[in-house]
């Protein structure tokens, strides 16, 4: 995995962690991980916090299976990293583009002719610059050789999707019920959970706009403006099919996320805090105590 700087780490965990637990499963090493940034030096993330990577653009190995590249919202590629990436794309090889990564990927001309999502604050820019990609609006993308996700939980789905494809649907399970999901995500299903039939394309896609962005939460004017619609229509199709306001809504999906990280790492609760949103620990402490009747550091209490 290529990490630049201001990644995400949740979208990097997302798109790690699932490939790490189904070798485990496993019982064999079916995604060894490597590491890679720019220079030797840590690669900062959106949150200020340094990932050490393992070898620079420069040692890659050339046996690599797949290229992942974990990039913030509109990073700029440079000429050099555009070469690169276009000579590690070589056909038979899989190259992922998570969050601002599949912008990178398109700016290099490796989503031309293939069906693919960018981060969704994105899309007119991307869709006007590279016509010749087919973008989607769903949470991800599995297009031949190219995977894509605008970041976030949506990269968890991804990749367990690619664990079920190439080493089937019921180790894929049992990573999904690792991470405390219900089931496996297809890319095409709305993130409610709720039938297709049943859940109208706005509500879907404000749904899908919210997973993806969970690290730095869009407004409520801001995920209508995405949707083409106005505020007052998207809380109306919030209270239709979810009997909720939106921003009540999505407080609790980024409180869902928070507890399934206490619950599965050691990460401090300011780390998650920062991963789910939350300006301060204070903050995320009174929110999740008001959601759950507990603390986050009582939510780790044996």
């Known amino acids: ?31 060894p991980l490597i590491l890679l940034g720019q220079s030797a030096q840590p690669v900062p993330s959106a ?59 398109a ?35 599995i297009d031949r050789e190219r ?18 494809r190439q080493h089937g649907s019921a180790l894929a399970e049992r990573v999904s019920a690792h991470f405390v999901l219900e089931r496996v995500r297809m890319g095409e299903e709305p993130p409610s959970g709720l039938p297709s039939s049943a859940v109208p394309e706005s509500l879907s896609e404000a749904l899908a706009l919210m997973e993806a962005n969970i690290e730095e939460p869009l407004t409520t004017a801001e995920l209508a403006e995405h ?33 399934r990280l206490l619950r599965e790492g050691e990460r401090p609760a300011g780390e998650v805090a920062l991963m789910t949103g939350f300006s301060s620990a204070a903050h995320f402490s009174t929110a999740y105590r008001n959601h759950f009747g507990l603390t986050p550091r009582e939510e780790r209490l044996p």
């Not at 340094?50 to 919202?73: H, I, K, N, W, Y």
């Not at 990073?75 to 190259?95: C, I, Q």
């Not at 995977?147 to 079920?164: F, I, R």
């Open 227 to 259: 949707l083409g619609i106005s505020r007052r229509q998207l809380e109306r199709l919030f209270k239709k099919h979810l009997q909720a306001v939106p921003s009540r809504y999505y407080l609790d999906l980024r409180l869902q996320r928070a507890r």
């Open 47 to 105: 949150s200020g916090q340094r990932l050490l990577t393992e070898r620079t653009l420069s040692q890659a190995p050339d046996d690599l299976d797949m290229l992942v590249v974990c990039a913030p919202g509109a990073g700029v590629a440079d000429e050099a990293l555009k070469r690169w990436l276009v000579a590690l794309a070589t056909p038979g090889r899989l190259v992922a583009g998570i969050g601002g990564g599949a912008e990178l990927l």
């Open 147 to 164: 995977l894509t996700c605008g970041g976030g939980t949506a990269a968890l789905d991804m990749m367990m999707t690619l664990v079920g």
């Open 1 to 31: 995995m290529l990490v630049l700087p201001g990644f995400s780490l949740l979208a990097e965990a997302c798109a790690t962690e699932p490939l790490t637990v189904a070798g485990q499963l496993a019982g064999a090493p079916l995604y």
């Open 107 to 141: 700016r290099a001309g490796l989503l031309d002719g293939y069906r693919a999502t960018v981060p969704w604050s994105r899309l007119e820019v991307v869709s006007r610059d590279h016509p010749r990609i087919r973008l989607s609006r769903q949470p991800f993308e």
